[in-house]
């Protein structure tokens, strides 16, 4: 399963990086970056948000390669980001909470950020498959679960979907007000430049919690358990929710066009929203956003295989190691079906919830406390 991960991560040069030159992507980019000018609009380009310069010049291009995900005027390009932003924060919820657990201290798995400002500058289908494959080899977690090392300190359990709130889906709506309706152009550009470090924002505001708030909360290992199961719902309904607002609205454009106005019909249709051209099919791009659509297709599905890979893999060695075997066509049919439903991500929770599930019922809490009483006895 390594070899694989590694393997997705890698093919981002390729069906991305190479794609993005190839169909013209980057060459209409750095053009909009000269004119000093949005893509599409007679709008000034910011170019100073910190004064450094190495910086700028990154959030310009960045600033640049968003704008037209979250200006409204691409109705496919914006529907598919409001999906693959739930599958991104539901897939940041299980490697900050993976980075938190007793086995990964002092592994790689437990730095988050340097892996969230991967995602943001390298792509999410970069940096998701190569934190899995590289937790995957360094965790004992991954080879060996059992309740004392995947546990969680109880006061990450408690903050984990309030700091992501604070830190992910608070600087996503800011930058996804419409300009100049509701804010002005430049401060749009402010928002989609200070919304890309949100993976260092949630590492930083569990951490101070953490160090601050955790002398209040004692290792209580029910209300541990109500914590765990409280984030992956939070998760699970965050990445669903997405996934089904694009799904539905997607397919109503085919089962119900008489509600759509004739102009999204076309463009909200599940071929244009879904399609993913392939890198050696000679398609070229005539503007940003719809280049923009192709390199975030790739993006999104590249991360969320990664991240769906990995759950599957540590829910099965739970599962041999626990139970002493795998219902094979049980659990197919449940990912299938989930990842049908709730996206990759969602499919994803819902495996690594009932990991978790699984080794704290039969290695920790309440039936290792019996078993020791009955020892004792």
């Not at 059992?146 to 608070?170: C, S, Y």
């Amino acid at each position: 399963m390594r070899a694989v991960l590694f393997s997705l991560s890698a093919f981002v040069c390729y069906a991305i990086f190479y794609f993005s030159h190839a169909n013209g992507l980057n060459e209409l980019a750095f053009k909009a970056v000269a004119s000093g000018k949005l893509p599409g609009y007679n709008e000034p380009l910011r170019t100073v948000y910190t004064g450094v310069e190495p910086i700028d010049k990154l959030l310009t291009v960045l600033t640049t390669f968003f704008y037209p995900v979250l200006d409204g005027q691409d109705a496919t390009l914006f529907l598919h980001s409001i999906g693959f932003s739930g599958t991104f924060g539901a897939t940041w919820t299980l490697v900050v909470l993976e980075s938190w657990r007793k086995g990964n201290s002092g592994t790689i798995a437990a730095y988050p950020t340097i892996f969230g400002l991967m995602a943001q500058v390298f792509t999410f289908a970069f940096a998701t498959p190569l934190v899995c494959a590289l937790q995957l080899g360094c965790s004992i977690t991954a080879r060996r679960p059992h309740a004392d090392n995947i546990r969680v300190p109880r006061v990450v359990l408690a903050v984990i979907p309030t700091v992501f709130i604070i830190g992910f889906l608070v600087p996503t709506n800011l930058m996804a007000l419409p300009a100049p309706e509701v804010i002005p152009v430049d401060w749009k550009q402010i928002a989609i430049a200070s919304w890309h470090p949100w993976p260092a924002y949630v590492s930083i505001l569990t951490t101070v919690a953490y160090y601050v708030l955790g002398p209040f909360f004692s290792n209580n290992h029910r209300a541990s358990m109500s914590g765990l199961r409280w984030v992956y719902a939070s998760a699970f309904i965050h990445a669903s929710l997405s996934h089904l607002v694009t799904l539905v609205i997607s397919v109503g454009t085919v089962v119900a066009p008489a509600l759509f106005d004739d102009r999204f019909v076309n463009a909200l249709h599940p071929c244009k929203v879904y399609s993913f051209p392939l890198p050696w099919s000679g398609m070229t791009v005539d503007t940003v956003a719809e280049g923009v659509h192709v390199f975030l297709r790739w993006d999104y599905m590249i991360g969320s295989a990664g991240i769906l890979l990995w759950a599957l893999k540590l829910h099965i060695v739970a599962q041999r190691q626990i139970v002493s075997g795998v219902s094979w066509l049980s659990l197919l049919f449940k990912v299938g079906l989930l990842t049908a439903l709730t996206g990759p991500a969602g499919a994803a929770v819902e495996l690594m919830w009932e990991r978790d599930e699984l080794v704290f019922g039969e290695t920790g809490g309440s039936r290792q406390q019996v078993t020791t009483a009955k020892k004792s006895s």
